[in-house]
């Protein structure tokens, strides 16, 4: 039944969605670019068909292919440090400490690899496309059912789960939100940011981003969304379509909501709050109130990725596999990346001084900035 909720929900929000003609995204306005980028290397993966999570290590990045192969590529020079197939299709991916890397099938099982083997296996109660977190010698695991689950990382037993209860029916097909902070795992359970005992799963606080308030289910989906952003002591959230809000993670206080229509995830940096509304505009807030600060337009309906900072810009990916670099100042037009045409599946990374993106193709492109 779990799962069956979960594939309702894909079909629901593709049938809202393709209900009326698609807004066509906007022409590429001409600019002429003040940050030049070389393409460093490029590597290939199988087609991206899951919402894929890519990890950064200090002088490496992790990632996956839908097909199941998992790798870890060299930040310097993009060559595979090790890679191991999983033999199976992913559903969501990748969480690394660095010793273990976990991924989770679409057979619903949770894997662990450790030095390029398969460590070991857990089946889980319902689906997942959030990609597990592995820290502090845990793997935890959000899933469809609203529910996280935390594994020993070193033999896989199932320590602890925690579920919000009166959980509505529908999901998101998308990477939800769960991070650590100090000693505390902060994750998304529907529209609210929970902060659990990784021991235990014990509750320490619970703040609410959104509340549902339609007229049918899919009105009333308000789960948040990944990435979330995190300026210390603030923790900032997007709950889908609905509102975003930034919360203190130390006293698990709202310090601001409002609201705003968008399906993924934030940014920050010191003085801004950056995201991608659903109609393509980039939109900052000023982190301490939640007050608008500027407005992008130019590409409208372009179904962007979350932002992510880079030096004194933003880069946003589209639908075409272009990256656009962004002020962080003021929203002006700083230079356009180009990848294999294809849209670009997750949010940038960056990684020291290099900027990796993946394409729905399976491409993976890494720049530096000049």
Known sequence: MRRLLSVIALLGLAACTTGSPRPKPAELPAITPTIAARQVWTAQLGTIDFPLSVRARPQSVVLAGGNGTV???????????????????LAAGVGTDGTTTAVVTRDNELLALREGKIAWRHR?????????????????????????????????????????????????????????????????????????????????????????????EIERLVDLV???????????????????????????????????????????????????????????????????????????FRDLTAPVVIGRSLAVGDLQGF???IAREDGRPLGRLATDGTAIVAAPLLVGQTLVVVTRAGGVFAFQPQ
């Open 124 to 216: 889980l109660a319902a689906q997942a496309y959030a990609a597990p977190l592995v820290a502090g010698g845990r793997v935890f695991q959000l899933t469809a059912d609203r529910a996280v689950s935390a594994f020993d990382a070193n033999g896989g037993q199932r320590l602890w789960v925690q579920q919000r209860p009166g959980s509505d029916p529908l999901v998101l097909r998308q990477a939800g939100v769960m991070l650590p902070y100090g000693d505390t795992l902060l994750v998304g359970l529907g529209g609210r940011l929970s902060a659990l005992n990784p021991l235990n799963g014990s509750v320490r606080w619970d703040a609410s981003v959104a509340t549902a308030r339609g007229i049918n």
């Open 323 to 325: 990256v656009h670099l």
């Open 226 to 300: 990944g990435p979330p952003a995190r300026q210390d002591p603030l923790v900032c959230v997007r709950a889908f379509q609905a509102a975003i809000g930034c919360i203190d993670a130390v006293r698990g206080a709202v310090q601001w909501s409002r609201p705003a229509d968008g399906q993924v995830g934030l940014a920050a940096d010191e003085r801004l709050l950056f995201g991608t509304e659903s109609d393509g505009v980039i939109q900052a807030w000023r982190l301490a109130t939640g007050e608008k600060a500027w407005s992008y337009e130019p590409l409208k």
């Open 71 to 89: 790798s870890e590529l060299d930040i310097g020079s993009g060559r595979a440090l090790w890679s191991v197939s999983v033999g199976a299709a």
